[in-house]
Nanobody, 115 residues
Framework: VQLMESGGGLVQPGGSLRLSCATS????????MRWYRQAPGKERELVARISTAGGTTNYADSVLGRFTISRDNAKNTVYLQMNKLKPEDTAVYYC?????????WGQGTQVTVSS
């Protein structure tokens, strides 16, 4: 099983980034996909999640209206479009695949929002 995040980097406040998480080794379309983040000194928090077919999405209040999660089951990939970024969005972002008792994690990608 592999989950590989990409797309992180340094961006100015108000800017945008698109994270991708390419997966392999499991039946992607059967798993709920989630994005988490962890800032220095803070606990990991759930940012967004998307249902198996992509019809249902949920967001943390802190990112609602700015972030959009999506998935492409043909490409086994989940995305996180992040707009209007703020310094408090700075964190390592992780993708997670979840189904019942199964859960897989990527290694994370750093997002830094700073001028």
């Amino acid at each position: 099983v592999q989950l590989m995040e990409s797309g992180g980097g340094l961006v100015q406040p108000g800017g945008s980034l698109r994270l991708s998480c390419a997966t392999s080794g499991f039946t992607f379309s059967s798993y709920v996909m989630r994005w988490y983040r962890q800032a220095p000194g803070k606990e990991r928090e759930l940012v967004a999640r998307i249902s198996t077919a992509g019809g249902t999405t949920n967001y943390a209040d802190s990112v609602l209206g700015r972030f959009t999660i999506s998935r492409d089951n043909a490409k086994n990939t989940v995305y996180l479009q992040m707009n209007k970024l703020k310094p408090e969005d700075t964190a390592v972002y992780y993708c997670n695949a979840f189904r019942g008792f199964d859960a897989y994690w990527g290694q994370g990608t750093q997002v830094t929002v700073s001028s």
